[in-house]
Protein backbone atom coordinates (compact mmCIF):
# COMPACT_ATOMS: atom_id res chain seq x y z
CA UNK A 1 0.00 0.00 0.00
CA UNK A 2 1.48 3.21 -0.94
CA UNK A 3 1.30 6.82 0.65
CA UNK A 4 0.37 8.11 -3.18
CA UNK A 5 -3.05 6.16 -2.38
CA UNK A 6 -4.05 8.45 -0.20
CA UNK A 7 -3.97 11.70 -2.16
CA UNK A 8 -6.69 14.02 -2.98
CA UNK A 9 -6.54 17.42 -4.63
CA UNK A 10 -7.21 20.22 -2.10
CA UNK A 11 -7.95 23.73 -2.82
CA UNK A 12 -6.10 25.69 -0.35
CA UNK A 13 -9.45 28.07 0.02
CA UNK A 14 -11.14 24.83 1.62
CA UNK A 15 -8.99 24.78 4.46
CA UNK A 16 -10.44 26.83 7.80
CA UNK A 17 -8.80 29.11 8.86
CA UNK A 18 -11.38 29.89 11.88
CA UNK A 19 -14.19 28.48 14.11
CA UNK A 20 -17.55 28.73 12.83
CA UNK A 21 -20.02 29.63 15.53
CA UNK A 22 -21.89 28.54 16.80
CA UNK A 23 -20.10 25.04 17.27
CA UNK A 24 -22.69 23.22 16.20
CA UNK A 25 -23.64 24.94 13.30
CA UNK A 26 -20.82 23.30 11.21
CA UNK A 27 -21.73 20.97 8.32
CA UNK A 28 -21.74 16.70 8.93
CA UNK A 29 -21.06 14.34 6.24
CA UNK A 30 -22.90 11.60 7.43
CA UNK A 31 -21.14 7.69 5.87
CA UNK A 32 -23.10 4.16 5.62
CA UNK A 33 -20.00 2.30 6.81
CA UNK A 34 -21.34 -0.48 5.18
CA UNK A 35 -22.55 0.55 1.80
CA UNK A 36 -20.21 3.93 1.82
CA UNK A 37 -23.77 5.87 1.06
CA UNK A 38 -23.43 9.35 1.72
CA UNK A 39 -25.87 12.44 3.10
CA UNK A 40 -25.02 16.29 3.54
CA UNK A 41 -26.17 17.64 7.11
CA UNK A 42 -25.33 19.77 9.83
CA UNK A 43 -23.62 19.22 13.32
CA UNK A 44 -26.77 19.64 14.94
CA UNK A 45 -27.88 16.14 13.33
CA UNK A 46 -25.43 14.16 15.00
CA UNK A 47 -27.98 13.27 17.97
CA UNK A 48 -30.38 12.10 14.90
CA UNK A 49 -27.83 9.32 14.20
CA UNK A 50 -27.35 8.44 17.81
CA UNK A 51 -29.38 5.61 19.42
CA UNK A 52 -30.48 4.67 22.99
CA UNK A 53 -27.97 2.35 24.48
CA UNK A 54 -25.10 3.71 22.28
CA UNK A 55 -21.95 5.55 24.13
CA UNK A 56 -20.37 8.61 22.50
CA UNK A 57 -16.41 8.34 23.81
CA UNK A 58 -14.67 11.90 23.96
CA UNK A 59 -11.08 12.81 24.67
CA UNK A 60 -10.82 15.15 27.29
CA UNK A 61 -7.24 16.26 26.56
CA UNK A 62 -6.44 19.93 27.55
CA UNK A 63 -4.27 21.63 25.08
CA UNK A 64 -1.67 23.62 26.55
CA UNK A 65 -0.72 27.35 25.46
CA UNK A 66 2.83 25.60 24.54
CA UNK A 67 3.74 28.22 21.98
CA UNK A 68 6.27 30.89 23.80
CA UNK A 69 7.92 34.09 22.02
CA UNK A 70 10.78 35.21 24.00
CA UNK A 71 14.51 36.71 23.66
CA UNK A 72 17.73 35.61 24.51
CA UNK A 73 19.26 36.86 27.20
CA UNK A 74 22.52 39.44 26.43
CA UNK A 75 21.05 39.60 23.01
CA UNK A 76 17.85 39.56 22.52
CA UNK A 77 17.41 37.53 19.63
CA UNK A 78 14.14 36.42 18.76
CA UNK A 79 13.44 32.40 20.53
CA UNK A 80 10.26 30.53 19.76
CA UNK A 81 9.56 27.48 22.02
CA UNK A 82 7.23 24.94 21.46
CA UNK A 83 6.24 23.03 24.21
CA UNK A 84 6.56 19.34 24.03
CA UNK A 85 7.09 16.66 26.64
CA UNK A 86 7.75 16.92 30.61
CA UNK A 87 10.70 15.69 32.56
CA UNK A 88 9.42 16.18 35.96
CA UNK A 89 10.14 19.18 38.15
CA UNK A 90 10.65 22.28 35.84
CA UNK A 91 12.25 20.63 32.96
CA UNK A 92 10.59 19.98 29.20
CA UNK A 93 11.22 18.86 26.15
CA UNK A 94 10.94 21.51 23.71
CA UNK A 95 11.36 22.24 19.59
CA UNK A 96 13.22 25.15 19.66
CA UNK A 97 13.38 28.38 16.39
CA UNK A 98 15.81 29.06 14.95
CA UNK A 99 18.22 26.61 16.96
CA UNK A 100 20.98 28.35 16.72
CA UNK A 101 19.77 31.05 19.05
CA UNK A 102 18.73 27.97 21.49
CA UNK A 103 22.47 26.35 22.60
CA UNK A 104 23.17 24.77 25.98
CA UNK A 105 24.02 27.38 28.64
CA UNK A 106 21.46 30.47 26.84
CA UNK A 107 19.00 31.78 28.61
CA UNK A 108 15.51 32.92 26.86
CA UNK A 109 13.55 34.96 28.40
CA UNK A 110 9.25 35.57 28.04
CA UNK A 111 6.38 38.35 29.14
CA UNK A 112 8.90 40.80 30.47
CA UNK A 113 10.98 37.81 32.37
CA UNK A 114 8.02 36.42 33.97
CA UNK A 115 9.14 33.28 32.96
CA UNK A 116 12.90 32.22 31.69
CA UNK A 117 14.26 29.13 30.35
CA UNK A 118 17.82 27.69 30.51
CA UNK A 119 19.08 25.71 27.78
CA UNK A 120 20.55 22.16 29.42
CA UNK A 121 20.90 19.87 26.22
CA UNK A 122 20.37 19.79 22.59
CA UNK A 123 18.72 16.06 22.14
CA UNK A 124 19.10 13.56 19.52
CA UNK A 125 16.91 15.07 16.77
CA UNK A 126 17.40 18.66 17.60
CA UNK A 127 14.98 19.20 20.47
CA UNK A 128 16.07 21.13 23.44
CA UNK A 129 16.22 19.98 27.21
CA UNK A 130 15.16 23.32 29.17
CA UNK A 131 14.52 24.54 32.79
CA UNK A 132 12.03 26.84 33.31
CA UNK A 133 11.88 29.23 36.21
CA UNK A 134 9.08 31.48 37.31
CA UNK A 135 7.02 32.68 40.62
CA UNK A 136 4.02 31.13 41.10
CA UNK A 137 2.09 28.55 39.76
CA UNK A 138 3.81 27.41 35.94
CA UNK A 139 0.42 26.33 34.12
CA UNK A 140 -0.97 29.86 35.00
CA UNK A 141 2.01 31.71 33.91
CA UNK A 142 2.27 29.64 30.87
CA UNK A 143 -1.78 30.77 30.03
CA UNK A 144 -0.82 34.35 30.72
CA UNK A 145 2.07 34.34 28.07
CA UNK A 146 2.02 31.45 26.11
CA UNK A 147 -0.11 31.03 22.36
CA UNK A 148 -1.60 28.10 21.20
CA UNK A 149 -0.31 26.18 18.96
CA UNK A 150 -2.20 26.20 15.77
CA UNK A 151 -1.46 24.03 13.00
CA UNK A 152 0.93 25.47 10.64
CA UNK A 153 -2.23 25.68 7.48
CA UNK A 154 -3.74 27.56 9.88
CA UNK A 155 -2.19 31.40 9.52
CA UNK A 156 -4.99 33.80 10.75
CA UNK A 157 -5.10 34.32 14.77
CA UNK A 158 -6.71 33.08 17.27
CA UNK A 159 -8.46 35.40 19.03
CA UNK A 160 -9.83 33.37 21.65
CA UNK A 161 -7.88 30.82 22.94
CA UNK A 162 -11.14 28.68 24.60
CA UNK A 163 -12.23 27.96 20.44
CA UNK A 164 -8.98 25.48 20.23
CA UNK A 165 -10.62 23.87 23.47
CA UNK A 166 -13.47 21.36 23.47
CA UNK A 167 -16.27 22.40 25.90
CA UNK A 168 -15.25 19.58 28.59
CA UNK A 169 -11.10 19.33 28.14
CA UNK A 170 -10.13 18.79 31.31
CA UNK A 171 -6.56 17.25 31.59
CA UNK A 172 -3.69 19.64 30.68
CA UNK A 173 -1.31 17.81 28.14
CA UNK A 174 -1.65 18.30 24.73
CA UNK A 175 0.32 20.14 21.73
CA UNK A 176 -2.81 20.16 19.65
CA UNK A 177 -6.70 19.84 19.88
CA UNK A 178 -8.46 16.65 19.26
CA UNK A 179 -10.46 18.99 17.08
CA UNK A 180 -13.92 16.74 16.25
CA UNK A 181 -14.67 17.49 19.59
CA UNK A 182 -14.82 21.31 18.65
CA UNK A 183 -18.64 20.69 17.22
CA UNK A 184 -20.01 20.10 20.23
CA UNK A 185 -21.84 22.19 22.57
CA UNK A 186 -22.69 21.40 26.17
CA UNK A 187 -26.21 22.00 25.31
CA UNK A 188 -25.97 18.97 22.52
CA UNK A 189 -24.11 17.22 25.28
CA UNK A 190 -26.94 17.24 27.10
CA UNK A 191 -29.23 16.66 24.62
CA UNK A 192 -27.77 13.43 23.78
CA UNK A 193 -27.54 12.29 27.43
CA UNK A 194 -31.23 12.76 27.45
CA UNK A 195 -31.73 10.55 25.01
CA UNK A 196 -30.15 7.45 26.78
CA UNK A 197 -27.20 7.73 25.21
CA UNK A 198 -24.18 7.43 27.41
CA UNK A 199 -21.44 9.76 27.48
CA UNK A 200 -17.85 8.84 28.67
CA UNK A 201 -14.34 10.07 28.35
CA UNK A 202 -10.76 8.57 27.45
CA UNK A 203 -7.33 11.15 27.59
CA UNK A 204 -5.21 11.11 24.50
CA UNK A 205 -2.69 13.75 25.04
CA UNK A 206 -2.19 14.54 21.14
CA UNK A 207 1.72 15.29 20.26
CA UNK A 208 3.52 17.38 17.65
CA UNK A 209 3.84 13.68 15.50
CA UNK A 210 -0.24 14.39 14.13
CA UNK A 211 1.64 17.16 12.20
CA UNK A 212 4.54 15.18 10.71
CA UNK A 213 3.96 14.08 6.88
CA UNK A 214 4.29 9.83 6.52
CA UNK A 215 7.55 10.12 4.74
CA UNK A 216 8.09 6.14 3.58
CA UNK A 217 6.42 5.67 0.36
CA UNK A 218 5.38 2.31 1.57
CA UNK A 219 2.59 2.36 4.37
CA UNK A 220 3.93 -0.94 5.92
CA UNK A 221 7.00 1.04 6.57
CA UNK A 222 5.90 4.40 8.90
CA UNK A 223 6.52 4.46 12.40
CA UNK A 224 4.03 6.04 14.20
CA UNK A 225 4.81 8.59 16.69
CA UNK A 226 4.28 8.21 20.70
CA UNK A 227 1.85 9.67 23.08
CA UNK A 228 0.10 9.48 26.26
CA UNK A 229 -3.42 7.52 26.80
CA UNK A 230 -5.66 6.80 29.81
CA UNK A 231 -8.77 4.87 30.05
CA UNK A 232 -10.34 4.76 33.52
CA UNK A 233 -12.53 2.01 35.52
CA UNK A 234 -16.02 4.58 35.03
CA UNK A 235 -14.98 4.49 31.01
CA UNK A 236 -13.68 0.78 30.69
CA UNK A 237 -17.68 0.01 32.47
CA UNK A 238 -19.78 2.31 30.14
CA UNK A 239 -17.96 0.85 27.24
CA UNK A 240 -18.35 -3.01 28.16
CA UNK A 241 -22.48 -2.08 29.45
CA UNK A 242 -22.41 -0.69 25.76
CA UNK A 243 -20.93 -3.89 24.28
CA UNK A 244 -23.42 -6.07 26.31
CA UNK A 245 -26.33 -4.49 25.66
CA UNK A 246 -25.49 -4.59 21.79
CA UNK A 247 -25.05 -0.83 21.35
CA UNK A 248 -22.41 0.95 19.68
CA UNK A 249 -19.07 2.37 20.60
CA UNK A 250 -18.57 5.31 18.93
CA UNK A 251 -15.66 7.17 19.42
CA UNK A 252 -15.33 11.04 18.96
CA UNK A 253 -12.04 11.81 16.73
CA UNK A 254 -9.08 9.38 16.06
CA UNK A 255 -7.39 10.74 19.49
CA UNK A 256 -10.10 8.33 21.26
CA UNK A 257 -10.70 5.68 18.32
CA UNK A 258 -6.53 5.18 18.70
CA UNK A 259 -7.09 5.20 22.63
CA UNK A 260 -9.93 2.34 22.63
CA UNK A 261 -8.06 0.37 19.65
CA UNK A 262 -4.58 0.39 21.82
CA UNK A 263 -6.38 -0.74 25.18
CA UNK A 264 -8.16 -3.50 23.01
CA UNK A 265 -10.30 -6.54 24.77
CA UNK A 266 -9.03 -8.45 27.27
CA UNK A 267 -11.63 -11.67 27.35
CA UNK A 268 -13.87 -9.46 25.31
CA UNK A 269 -13.92 -6.75 27.81
CA UNK A 270 -12.19 -3.25 27.96
CA UNK A 271 -10.01 -2.55 30.98
CA UNK A 272 -8.74 0.18 32.34
CA UNK A 273 -5.34 1.48 31.53
CA UNK A 274 -2.83 4.19 31.18
CA UNK A 275 0.59 4.18 29.27
CA UNK A 276 2.46 5.04 25.62
CA UNK A 277 0.71 4.34 22.30
CA UNK A 278 2.23 4.03 18.89
CA UNK A 279 -0.53 2.37 16.88
CA UNK A 280 -0.93 2.74 13.59
CA UNK A 281 -4.36 2.04 11.74
CA UNK A 282 -4.33 1.73 7.83
CA UNK A 283 -6.52 -0.44 6.05
CA UNK A 284 -6.49 -4.19 6.79
CA UNK A 285 -6.81 -3.45 10.42
CA UNK A 286 -9.39 -4.92 12.05
CA UNK A 287 -11.51 -2.33 15.13
CA UNK A 288 -11.80 -4.61 18.40
CA UNK A 289 -13.60 -1.86 19.84
CA UNK A 290 -14.44 1.24 17.87
CA UNK A 291 -17.79 0.70 16.29
CA UNK A 292 -18.26 4.17 14.41
CA UNK A 293 -16.17 7.39 14.30
CA UNK A 294 -17.08 11.20 14.32
CA UNK A 295 -13.93 13.17 12.97
CA UNK A 296 -12.69 16.30 11.15
CA UNK A 297 -11.40 15.70 7.52
CA UNK A 298 -7.53 15.30 7.52
CA UNK A 299 -4.80 16.20 5.46
CA UNK A 300 -3.79 13.93 2.84
CA UNK A 301 -1.65 11.36 2.20
CA UNK A 302 -1.73 11.63 6.39
CA UNK A 303 -2.05 8.48 9.42
CA UNK A 304 -5.71 9.81 9.88
CA UNK A 305 -7.08 9.28 6.69
CA UNK A 306 -5.47 6.08 6.45
CA UNK A 307 -7.32 5.54 10.07
CA UNK A 308 -10.44 6.45 8.83
CA UNK A 309 -9.86 4.45 5.58
CA UNK A 310 -9.57 1.33 7.85
CA UNK A 311 -13.00 1.58 9.19
CA UNK A 312 -15.22 3.09 6.51
CA UNK A 313 -13.19 1.00 3.54
CA UNK A 314 -10.98 3.10 1.22
CA UNK A 315 -13.21 3.52 -1.84
CA UNK A 316 -15.54 4.64 0.35
CA UNK A 317 -13.44 7.08 2.00
CA UNK A 318 -11.65 8.37 -0.84
CA UNK A 319 -15.12 8.36 -2.52
CA UNK A 320 -16.28 10.72 0.40
CA UNK A 321 -13.65 13.42 0.32
CA UNK A 322 -13.70 13.65 -3.05
CA UNK A 323 -17.76 14.57 -2.47
CA UNK A 324 -16.75 16.84 0.15
CA UNK A 325 -13.88 18.89 -2.06
CA UNK A 326 -16.84 19.21 -4.49
CA UNK A 327 -19.88 20.46 -2.09
CA UNK A 328 -17.21 22.42 -0.35
CA UNK A 329 -16.80 21.34 2.81
CA UNK A 330 -14.35 23.18 5.43
CA UNK A 331 -11.42 21.04 5.71
CA UNK A 332 -9.41 19.99 8.76
CA UNK A 333 -9.26 21.62 12.72
CA UNK A 334 -11.40 24.33 12.35
CA UNK A 335 -13.40 22.46 9.41
CA UNK A 336 -16.72 20.79 9.21
CA UNK A 337 -16.87 17.15 10.58
CA UNK A 338 -17.66 13.11 9.44
CA UNK A 339 -19.93 10.77 11.09
CA UNK A 340 -18.90 7.20 10.22
CA UNK A 341 -21.41 5.07 11.12
Request: aromatic share 8%; charged share 25%.
Amino acid sequence: MLKSDFYYNLPEELIAQEPIEPRDASRLLVMDKQSGALRDGTFRDIKNLLKPGDCLILNDSRVLPARLLGERVGTGAHVELLLLTPHGGDVWEVLAGPGRRAKPGDRIAFGGNILTAKVLEILEGGNRLVEFSYEGNFYETLDKIGQMPLPPYIKKRLEDKERYQTVYSNELGSAAAPTAGLHFTPELLNEVRAMGVEVAFVTLHVGLGTFRPVKEDVVENHKMHSEHYALSQETSDVINRTRQRGGRVIGVGTTSCRTLESVGLTDGIVKPADGWTEIFIYPGYEFQVLDGLITNFHLPESTLIMLVSALAGYDHTMNAYEHAVEERYRFFSFGDAMAIL
